[in-house]
């Protein structure tokens, strides 16, 4: 493939690693980035992330595989020669340059003299025109975090590359900027990859999510699939919480499967399972909290047929303004989280009252029995 | 009791001051006696005020002469001090290398070991290997010595510079050379500096090591002791004052110019 110009701008990686001696940074990767998707990496800290983004500037060395942007293998080239602009978690604005020449550098190293009008509009695109003459430590964090995205994009990358931008930001500014990026991303049309450990971030920001796990991916999809449909307890718990029910198969009745778990009977759309699920093998069945509503035990007879049940008491309820979030102590999961809104809150469902759970049978989904079920749980908190 | 609550209030002041006063009289007395017009060869009781020496400072044979020698001197002693440290800092901070660790501490021995014996030793070495001892023994001596304070300078500001700044320089199309001059080397500029004026400073006043290792060639200090044992000319006053005085107006000129420079960004 090299030297072919491709039509499409999308980032390819093709069997890349990374091993520092004995460990194992990335394993062997393939991932293609769609041209003007807004893709984000996530994962926990030293899950393989940065690593791969830095092979992507060229920072860091692939130790196998290559790296092409637009059909062109990039891996032999120097950061200074690829295409690739960065924005670093701690910014790395240039103490000694103001603002004006830290967004003029990557124009004046190419040799452009007249840089005064790009400058001036890449400033006023992130909000920042009055502030060109003064030095990177007179502006607060979010300012600085600005000036970092208009010195990178200023060049037309053609993909940019975002490492945990946002974290050294307080929450109420990291929502401010988070829409603030998507913004200017759908302004500019430009390839983005952001790197994060904060699920929100990337859910709320990306059209695709890579979730990273010991140096692998371990699934990528649109964030509603990933949050639906996670393949594994890791994906299921990082991305949000998940409950996890081990259940025994029992029978299969046409698209859906029947599950025996603690004297109570469960039933999982065979799509939705990830697992091979033959008769007697076992099964993780999920449900996520907010799917799961709660009746009173007395008020058992009025949950309508077909539902998924199963009973509890519940052990601990916090009220949090637009739901309330219970702990259910149930034979088949001793933790079971419920998220309830409040729209009618029933006054008996206090702790300590018998509870039945029950949720539509095509929210389950069905994993893998073999895996740990508290993989990542304590990664996302 | 209003004396001690001003004196409470002001004591940080005061002790600043007098800290101050403590720092500068010697040199308030070599600029008094600048102007002092001695009865005898020595300069050491007040007279009368006199120009005399301020209208001829090189009017004592050889002063002059020993003063050049010293300036170049120390101009190359710096140059050759400040280039030399400011690469081994870089090395010491930014590569791992085998001994790395040995040469980190290895490079303050100079500056531990008593410069009469190093002055003595320095001698033997010169002496064994046959060296003609004068200017260029003395340069040699003075950035062995100024190497350490050089490194030391650079090394502490090197050290605290984010190295994901060359990074960015790097990502934002700055090959090596690039990177260096327009990120690296402004960045350390106030390190390399700070040793620059250190060495010269180190250099042009250094007597012990100097004087070993002079051979024939005598330099200001030199000069200065040699004729204090006949007497002491004004015009040692007034060389002194002038260096005083040019230091003072270099540190001001270099704050207003920041000062200007602040002003005219913001």
Sequence with gaps: MTNQTDPTGDVRLTGISKTYGAFTAVHPLDLTVPQGSFFALLGASGCGKTTTLRMIAGLEEPSAGTVSLGGQDVTALPPYKRPVNTVFQSYALFPHLDIFENVAFGLRRRGLKSVKKQVGEMLDLVQLGEQARKKPHQLSGGQQQRVAVARALINHPKVLLLDEPLGALDLKLRRQMQLELKRIQTEVGITFIHVTHDQEEAMTMADTVAVMNAGRVEQLGSPADLYENPRTTFVANFLGTSNFIEAEVDSRSGEEIVLKAGGGKLVLPEARCSAPAATGGKVLVGVRPEKISLTHADDAGEIPDGRNRITGRIADSSFIGVSTQYVVDSPVCPDFEVYAQNIDRDPRLVPGAEVVLHWNPAHTFGLDAAQDADAGVEEAA | ?266
């Design chain 2, 1 to 266: 009791m209003p004396f001690v609550n001003w004196l409470k209030r002001n004591l940080v002041v005061i002790a600043g001051l007098l800290t101050l006063g403590y720092l500068l009289l010697p040199n308030v007395i070599v600029t008094v006696f600048s102007f002092n017009k001695p009865k005898g060869r020595f300069n050491y009781e007040w007279q009368q005020f006199s120009l005399d020496a301020w209208k001829d400072p090189c009017g004592v044979s050889d002063l002059c002469g020993s003063l050049s020698v010293s300036l170049q001197i120390a101009f190359w002693a710096t140059l050759g001090a400040t280039l030399l440290g400011t690469l081994i800092a870089f090395a010491l901070v930014r590569y791992r290398f085998r001994a790395r660790g040995a040469v980190n501490s290895l490079i303050f021995l100079p500056m531990a070991m008593p410069e009469v014996v190093m002055a003595a030793s320095l001698l033997t070495l010169f002496l064994n290997m046959g060296a003609q001892l004068g200017f260029w023994t003395i340069l040699i001596a003075h950035i062995m010595f100024c190497l350490s304070f050089v490194v030391t300078a650079v090394k502490a500001r090197v050290m605290s510079m984010d190295p994901k700044l060359e990074e960015a320089a790097r990502d934002l199309y700055a090959g090596p050379f690039q990177t260096f001059v327009r990120v690296t080397l402004p960045i350390a500029a106030p390190g390399i500096a700070a040793g620059a004026l250190l060495a010269f400073a180190l250099s042009f006043d250094d007597f012990i090591i100097t004087n070993f290792n002079a051979g024939s060639t005598v330099t200001f200090p030199m000069f200065v002791w040699g004729s204090a044992q006949r007497g002491t000319p004004v015009q040692i006053n007034v060389i002194g004052t002038t260096m005083f005085v040019v230091a003072v107006l270099l540190v001001l000129a270099s704050m207003v110019v920041g000062n200007r420079r602040n002003r005219h960004k913001a």
